[in-house]
């Protein structure tokens, strides 16, 4: 079961060579591949991603013609084209944690789940000294993600898009959206709530986290002021309306509360026909600290040891 990594591309000059080489720090095994596709970039990522693919030649790389605006189509470019039946989606200024990913592979697949997910989220911005400092991290509930529990939260694991699934669940949930409404923040949303919606079984791995870095060029930051995300998220539950109350229905819909609904999840949360009852339990801490999984001269050896294996 080999995976595919898959990552969307848009200005990442300064920061997709760190994400590669969180990759191949203990994460990448013989036989996977790196499909990046790039977004009709603007600053030198074109040229960075050719060297990438130079020095490692599981890297494919595919380029749109046009800019498409969201990381859903990037990572539907790559899907497409992927070789192997396990997806692993990473943004291209995301750090992995050092041998993580084979760890959440096989913990996805004692599980027989369709998707598997880090239980923590460490949120980092970027030292003057080239550290990391975490600002704060989320954790999630461990265990089975179900669609109730989505809809208790207004963050849950699948805004950041960061996690392991299979091919045949993507196809399932319909690929990802492509988004036409001005807010388009929440298309790796959107794709995890039909991926439940359909019946697919997502799982979360305790005590495991991957690095998000904190920016203010950030799709999310791009994004977030440009329309209603409330409306933006009607889009994601949509198809499954026939599976929400009618009293939940009426206000998601309401004169009001269509616009301010996704907001109020935690006072207010959607609730499910099968009388399931969502536990997000989304928990954010505060941290105060630095972060040197990746100090150069590691960075040195590993590139070295690589060559030297060639």
Known sequence: MNISFVIPAYNCQDTIIETIESIFDQNFEEGDEILIVDDLS???????LKELA???PAIRLFFHQVNKGTAAAGRNTAIEQAKHELIFCVDADNVLTSGSVPKLKKYMLDNQADAAAFGEIHFFKDG??????????????????????ALSVNYFIGQSGNYLYTKQSWLKAGRYFEPTLINQTLDSWTF??????VGCKLVKMADTHYLHRRTGSSHWNREIKKGSVSLAA??????????????????????????????DLEKRPV?????????????????????KKYPLW?????????????
């Open 42 to 48: 603007t600053d030198s990522t074109v040229h960075v």
């Open 298 to 310: 590691k960075r040195i050896i590993g590139a070295v040891l690589r060559e030297i294996k060639a």
């Open 128 to 149: 003057e000294d080239g550290s990391k400092k975490l600002v704060y991290k989320t954790v999630f509930k461990s265990g089975v993600y179900k669609l109730a529990d």
């Open 271 to 291: 609730h499910l026909k099968s009388g399931e009852i969502g536990t997000g339990a989304l928990k954010i801490v505060n941290v105060n600290e630095h972060v």
């Open 234 to 263: 009607l889009t994601g539950i949509m198809p499954f309306l026939n599976q929400i109350t009618d009293e939940d229905v009426d206000y998601i819909f309401g004169k009001e509360t269509r616009y301010t609904w996704f907001d």
């Open 192 to 197: 995890t709530i039909r991926q439940l919606g």
């Open 54 to 56: 130079i020095k490692y």
